[in-house]
């Protein structure tokens, strides 16, 4: 592995397709260094040679505008929506162009709460995957971006009130100081806040954290989308089941195998994605088993369409032994997207000089108080190329950077009884943060969540810091619920059940311990 260099131009934190479409953009302006702290994707070759093709030639830039904004529940940012949309379109085109060597196609489906057939679809393999694949490969073919994995960030170092550089612990845990120009936060979604996610295990708030301790504001951040459908199965990652199979026709069976979505919504499974994930979670606390959950049915569907439209879910149970022609499908909601973070304009600047982010670490204004499914991995793709070009205009500075006093760090062992906090702080924010919120339980969590600070504030490890991390965000995930006095989009309060436009037609801005809406 080739050392970290002690001073480059641009560094670019993580390894999704915000960092990687943004990287694209920096390569012509200077070095740039992409650090993920895990290792970068990397695909098996395709024998699939196909061409590529977009079919979404139905949609409408008006319509999509429309249910956008009617999800974001009146927080979205109009103007942050149409980039979106304007430019999201001349995006997937360039990605189309970059991957017909090996993309395979491509095409629009209809998902519960779009109006038209609008969902990138990879046909057998996730979206996601698809314009990742295409991005890493034409990321490797830029000769100034240089990537390192395993790496760790510590601390964001600021010169005056502007970023200076980043401190870091290497592979091997050793701390280093790196000099840059300005730094992009890509780090993705904090999912790990919470028990239930969908989250892969790097999703810890890092981005978020760092940006808070370096005086960037942090906002919205009362707003975490649940899946209402995530499967559950022990041992086995949280897979959401998509939307499209109740759109479809899937029904949803307590643990009687009563079908229960009547009770709740005249649409009944095909009803609006919160208000199935709160009658999901009514549903398992008056069940009377010891480890709750509801089942998704498709075992009605005809057998052949079903694997034929559904390649992913099946293929992805069938690994587990559950065949969802035959076998019912244990779900339970889970954590799936942040939909506040890093405050950025609409080039990815925070009020911090130097310091950018894009994707789901920011709130751009693009979801507002809710986001509609699908529309993250264009933001991550439009707001990455958005991020990138901007900070191609960032004054560069040829400093080094002097060493950190604080940084004494090693790779382990893991600071005692990490791992017991972090599952703590889990459990809490499940129970009192998740779909369903009270004044009482949100109380009880800042105050136990406070209690717990002094034990998580001199982390020694990487896992420290991520404990760490993961306890700043769910303080600010807390304050910002208790604060914002009425119901919205994905934050829905028990005490509070309806909008409260006059007070919160605005967004949460976390300063210091307190909240304030701006
Ligand atoms: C299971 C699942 C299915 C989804 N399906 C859809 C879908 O169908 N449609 C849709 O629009 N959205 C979907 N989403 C959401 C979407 O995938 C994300 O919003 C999007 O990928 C965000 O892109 P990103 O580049 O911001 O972050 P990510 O793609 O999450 O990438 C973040 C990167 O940062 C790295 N990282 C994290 N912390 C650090 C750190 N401290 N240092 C260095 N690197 C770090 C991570 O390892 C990762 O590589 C799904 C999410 C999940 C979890």
Not at 380 to 402: I, T
Not at 493 to 512: C, E, I, W
Request: some cysteine; charged content about 25%; glycine content about 8%.
């Amino acid at each position: 592995m080739k050392g970290l260099p002690a001073q480059t131009d641009f560094i670019v934190v993580g390894a999704g397709i915000a960092a990687l479409r943004a990287a694209i953009e920096l390569a012509e302006s200077g070095q740039v260094l992409l650090l993920a702290k895990k290792e970068f994707p990397t695909f098996k070759a395709r024998d699939d040679k196909s061409e590529a093709e977009w079919l979404g030639d139905e949609d409408d830039v008006i319509l999509h505008l429309q249910d956008t904004l009617e999800a974001g529940d009146g927080l979205c940012n109009p103007a942050a929506v149409k980039i979106l949309i304007d430019e999201g379109a001349e995006r997937i085109d360039e990605l189309l162009a970059w991957g017909k060597h090996h993309t395979t196609r491509l095409s629009f489906e209809l998902e519960n709460p779009h109006t038209r057939s609008r969902r990138l679809h990879a046909h057998g393999e996730s979206a996601g995957k698809q314009i990742l694949r295409t991005l890493s490969q034409k990321v490797d073919s830029l000769k100034h971006v240089s990537q390192t994995a395993f790496v760790f960030i510590t601390e964001l170092r600021t010169e005056g009130s502007r970023i200076s550089g980043l401190s870091v612990l290497d592979e091997k845990g050793t701390p280093q100081e790196i000099a840059c120009s300005a730094v992009l936060l890509a780090t993705g979604g904090s999912g790990q806040v919470f028990s239930n996610t969908t989250n892969p295990d790097t999703a810890t708030a890092d981005g978020i954290a760092l940006a808070f301790h370096a005086g960037a504001e942090v906002g919205d951040m009362e707003f975490v989308q649940f899946h209402p459908t995530a499967l559950f199965m022990k041992k086995v990652p949280r897979f959401p089941l998509p939307e499209g199979l109740r759109a479809e026709g899937a029904y949803l069976r307590n643990f009687e195998l009563d079908r229960f979505m009547g009770k709740y919504h005249p649409l009944g499974e095909r009803a609006p994605l919160d208000l199935v994930a709160r009658a999901i979670v009514h549903e398992m606390e008056v069940s009377r088993a010891k480890d709750p959950f509801v089942y998704l049915d498709v075992t009605h569907f005809n057998a052949a369409k079903l694997q034929k439209h559904f390649p992913r879910v099946y293929a992805s149970c069938m690994a587990y032994n559950l065949d969802i022609t035959e076998d019912l499908i244990p779900v339970r909601p889970a954590a799936h997207c942040t939909l506040g973070g890093v405050r950025t304009d609409l080039d990815g600047k925070t009020n911090v000089a130097g310091l950018y982010a894009a994707g789901e670490v920011a709130t751009t204004g693009v979801h507002g108080a809710n986001r509609l499914p699908s529309n993250t991995l264009l933001e991550a793709l439009v707001y990455g190329a958005r991020a990138g070009k901007a900070m191609r205009n960032v004054e560069k500075v040829s400093s080094h950077a002097a060493p950190n006093p604080k940084a004494a760090y090693s790779n382990g062992p893991v600071d005692a009884g990490v791992e017991e906090l972090i599952g703590q702080i889990q459990n809490l924010m499940w129970s009192e943060l998740g779909l369903v919120r009270t004044r009482l339980g949100m109380q009880k969590a800042v105050k136990m969540l406070e209690e717990m600070a002094p034990k998580l504030a001199h982390p020694r490890t990487r896992r420290g810091h991520e404990a760490a991390n993961v306890h700043l965000a769910a303080l600010l995930v807390a304050r910002s619920a208790l604060a914002r006095e009425e119901s919205r989009g994905a934050h829905y309060r028990m005490d509070y059940p309806d909008h409260d436009d006059k007070k919160f037609l605005k967004h949460s801005v976390a300063r210091g311990d307190k909240v304030v809406f701006v």
